[in-house]
């Protein structure tokens, strides 16, 4: 049972705190006041969820952050469970066991991916989820009556989660966790599970067949094994008889590639030879014609060279003359006589001497300049002279060089290496196909050409496509022979490998078939005694029901209806609901909202009988008068009360009462009431 209820800036709550008993315990105030607020404490702090849009708005106009802490009893242990939640979103929760003075901490948080979750242990000790706890014990305002207007389905599966059915799903699913992993160990065992039975005896009949489809396709090509093997050796001694001839064919082959390579590379070297002998031939023509002269040429460039000193000697000779009159010149310029007298003594003169004679001096530097001009003639055409002469004299001394060079010291000597290369041109044959030809060229050739003879002589009458026909043939025979040994061998190794899968399959089909038997025992068991829709939960349900429907009915006698009876019963895989009066059967459609409201009452109150499966043993009603009228309203606190004075027992349940009806419960005997009112500083309550 809840056992208080303590809320900080929560909702509508700043401060305050709650303590519970056993029995009944009624809220009473306005609306607004906080009363369903404690609905939502209750859950958030078990579970982090609520009726509200967001965490966010849980927290108390103002305030930074709020939290809801739970404590309850269960079993004679006592819990704790809180949750904050602060204005960023951030969420914090722990959940404890209360051992005297000490707290004890179970969970912490929700960090699922880390196995780590609050609500989880919080689930596993109350023995109910957020969303079976808020239909089978929570009944919202103004909707007592949801539970008749469930789906059929969705009642079964809110009776399964109060008696504990649902509990067989865990042992179900457990269940099938054992076959698997008995299965797995299994495979892991021999490869195979139960399952693979059919699979396995059809593998086993398909091995049979192909060896027995085998072993008359190995028989027909061991027959054509033989058949080839005898054909290989004949032909193999006819190869062996021609091969001596086709290696003289290609010794014959090799000795003409050999005279042949000879032959080019002894042309090529006379070639050479004639192409060199050609070129001092070329290159010596002439050179004794200008080597002859060399020493007439040396004595005609000495004398053109001692003409050219004295035509320079002369030159500067007429030059000195030049520039001395040239001197005389100005001074003849100065003297001119005045009078028949000397510009200098005043002396009478006659007649002056020609040096000093202005006209005369020119008339001798034009006679000077002319032979200067001849001398430079002179002197030109000696240099052109030497020139030439040197010219001459290189060429000359540039065929001798040649000779020498070629060691060539007459004509004879010249003439005999023209007669050489008129020889060695005759050595070079037309054509280079005929052999005999060409074995003329040198000692050499000749005994190559006669080896050559020696083996055509040898091979003659040789066929040598016959024999590489023959080879051929040869080679592929002993391929199809090697391709019929392979599959001789291929189906062989497939009926050995078959005889022993036989053996294999046999003996694993025999030990699945007792693996099949136990995993049969094993569903049986999972289909008869853990399956929800088995005959054990049904048996389960079937009671449940039953037990459910006489409580309803007594507590509907309590509430002064026409319905006395209400009857649950299994159909297919839904729950259906039947009313009934003195005389008639009454459609759940057919009664007035007051009387549904009445039903659904009954129906709660009768499965909460059942709560066993919550270790809670709770219901919550807000605002349950909603919809009853005056005489209903005074029937169920008639009931609350019989509630309430109930003896402490084990099984006893607790209800929260919500509800702003203060005024049905002044003459009851529900004596643990708070009042909810609403002010400035947040909701107060007060114990009345």
Not at 1 to 7: A, G, H, K, N, P
Not at 78 to 97: H, M, T
Not at 592 to 611: N, P
Request: with cysteine; hydrophobic share 35%; glycine share 4%.
């Amino acid at each position: 049972m809840i056992t208080s209820v303590e809320l900080g800036d929560f909702l509508a709550h700043s401060d305050t705190k709650l303590r519970f008993e056993n029995g009944v315990t009624v809220f009473v105030g306005d609306n607004g006041a906080g009363k369903s607020s404690i609905i939502d404490a209750i859950t958030f702090a078990l579970f982090g969820q609520h009726t509200r849009k967001s965490n966010k708005s849980l927290i108390r106009r103002g305030a930074n952050q709020g939290f809801a802490k739970i404590g309850f009893s269960i079993n004679g242990k006592q819990y704790e469970a809180v949750r904050k939640i602060d204005n960023k979103g951030n969420l914090a929760a722990i959940f404890s066991e209360i051992l005297g003075d000490k707290q004890v901490e179970i969970a912490a948080g929700e960090r699922k991916q880390f196995g780590e979750s609050m609500t989880q242990e919080v689930e596993r000790t109350i023995g109910l989820d957020f969303e079976k706890l808020k239909i089978a014990s929570i009944v919202q305002q103004g909707k007592l009556d949801a539970i008749i207007n469930s789906k059929p389905k969705e009642f079964k599966e809110l009776l399964n989660a109060i008696i504990g059915i649902d509990k067989l799903d865990v042992a179900s699913e457990s269940m099938k966790v054992v076959n698997k992993e008995f299965r797995g160990r299994i495979r892991g065992k021999i490869g195979y599970d139960d399952t693979h039975i059919e699979i396995l005896t059809r593998d086993l009949e398909q091995n049979k067949k192909e060896i027995q489809e085998a072993i008359p396709e190995k028989d027909k090509l061991e027959l054509e094994q033989k058949r080839l093997q005898d054909e290989v050796s004949e032909l193999r001694e006819k190869v062996e008889k021609e091969s001596p001839k086709i290696d003289k064919i290609n010794q014959l082959e090799l000795r003409k590639r050999e005279l042949s390579s000879y032959a080019k590379e002894a042309i090529q070297e006379i070639q050479r030879e004639i192409n060199e002998d050609e070129r001092k031939i070329q290159e010596c023509e002439g050179c004794f014609e200008h080597a002859n002269i060399k020493t007439d040429l040396e004595s005609k460039i000495e004398k053109a060279e001692q003409a050219i000193d004295d035509t320079l000697k002369k030159i500067q000779e007429f030059s000195s003359q030049i520039a001395s009159l040239k001197e005389k010149q100005m001074l003849a310029s100065k003297l001119h006589l005045k009078d028949n007298k000397c510009p200098v003594c005043d002396s009478s003169v006659e007649k002056l001497n020609p040096l000093f004679q202005e006209e005369y001096i020119k008339q001798e530097i034009i006679i000077l300049q002319e032979k200067i001009n001849s001398s430079e003639k002179e002197k030109t055409a000696y240099i052109q002279k030497r020139r030439e002469f040197s010219e001459k004299l290189q060429k000359a001394r540039d065929a001798e060089t040649t000779l020498r060079a070629h060691s060539i010291n007459n004509k004879e000597e010249l003439i005999k290496i023209q007669n050489d290369v008129e020889t060695k041109k005759r050595k070079i044959p037309s054509t280079d196909k005929n052999l005999l030809e060409i074995s003329q060229i040198d000692s050499h050739a000749k005994m190559i050409f006669e080896n050559i003879s020696k083996l055509e002589i040898e091979t003659s009458g040789f066929n040598e496509q016959e024999f590489l026909n023959l080879k051929k043939m040869v080679n592929e025979k002993q391929v199809n022979l090697s391709q019929i040994d392979q599959q001789i061998g291929a189906i062989s190794e497939k009926i050995s490998k078959g005889e022993e899968q036989i053996k294999t399959i046999q003996s694993t089909i025999l030990e699945l078939k007792s693996v099949k038997e136990y995993m049969s025992n094993l569903e049986d068991i999972q289909t008869n005694i853990f399956s929800r829709d088995g005959p054990i939960a049904t048996s389960l349900r079937s009671w449940a029901l039953n037990a459910v429907s006489v409580k309803s009915s007594e507590y509907l006698t309590l509430l002064n209806t026409k319905i006395q009876r209400i009857s649950l019963s299994e159909k297919t895989r839904d729950i259906s609901i039947t009313c009934y009066s003195k005389n008639e059967t009454l459609e759940l459609e057919s009664l007035s909202g007051g009387e549904k409201v009445s039903v659904a009452l009954a129906l709660r109150l009768g499965m909460a009988s059942l709560l066993g499966a919550s270790n809670l043993n709770l219901m919550i009603l807000d605002e349950p008068t909603t919809h009853l009228d005056a005489e209903r309203k005074k029937s169920l606190v008639g009931v609350l009360s019989q509630l309430s004075n109930i003896s402490n027992t084990e099984s006893r349940m607790q209800f929260l009462i919500i509800t702003h009806d203060a005024e049905i419960f002044e003459d009851s005997t529900v004596e643990q009431i708070y009042r909810f009112e609403s002010t400035e500083q947040g909701s107060k309550v007060t114990a009345l």
